[in-house]
C-alpha cells in the first residue's frame, strides 16, 4: 500500500546561491511511502499517519541545506525513525524560482530509498 502527500507547498532557505539562503524560495513536494499491509481492519497504528509525516515534512524543511539531496535524505530518514514499518519512500522536491538567470519552470530532485 501506498501513502501519499502530494502538491505540498512549503517555503525554505535551502540552496548554494546566498540569495536563496537570505531570502528563500517556495517548493513544491510529493512523499510516497510504502508498507505491507496484509490485514483487512487496519487501524491508524498499523500503518502511516500522514499527519505526523507533515509534521517530519516541515520540521525538515525548517533547517536550511544546501543541496537537496541532503534534505530528501534528511526527510527519508525521519520519516524512518518514526515509523520502522515504512519499506520504499520516494520523495520528489521541487524549486518554485530557482536563483538561474533566465529560468522559467522549477528545478529539483527525486529520490527513492528501499529500507531492507
Known amino acids: 500500500m501506498k501513502i501519499i502527500l502530494k502538491d505540498i507547498e512549503l517555503y525554505g532557505?535551502?540552496?548554494v546561491h546566498e540569495i536563496e539562503r537570505i531570502v528563500g524560495v517556495n517548493f513544491m513536494i510529493d512523499i510516497?511511502?510504502?508498507i505491507d499491509i496484509r490485514d483487512n481492519n487496519i487501524q491508524?497504528?498499523?500503518t502511516i499517519d500522514y499527519a505526523e509525516v507533515f509534521m517530519i515534512l516541515?520540521?525538515?524543511f525548517e533547517k536550511p541545506t544546501a543541496l537537496l539531496e541532503n534534505l530528501s535524505l534528511n526527510i527519508a530518514d525521519a520519516i524512518k525513525f518514526r515509523f520502522p514499518i515504512l519499506l520504499n519512500i520516494t520523495i520528489?522536491?521541487?524549486k518554485i524560482g530557482a536563483a538561474i538567470d533566465g529560468l522559467q519552470?522549477?528545478?529539483g530532485i527525486e529520490f527513492n530509498k528501499?529500507?531492507?
Open 114 to 116: 528501499t529500507f531492507i
Open 92 to 94: 520528489k522536491i521541487m
Open 13 to 15: 532557505y535551502h540552496g
Open 44 to 46: 491508524l497504528r498499523d
Open 32 to 34: 510516497f511511502l510504502e
Open 58 to 60: 516541515k520540521n525538515e
Open 105 to 107: 519552470g522549477k528545478v
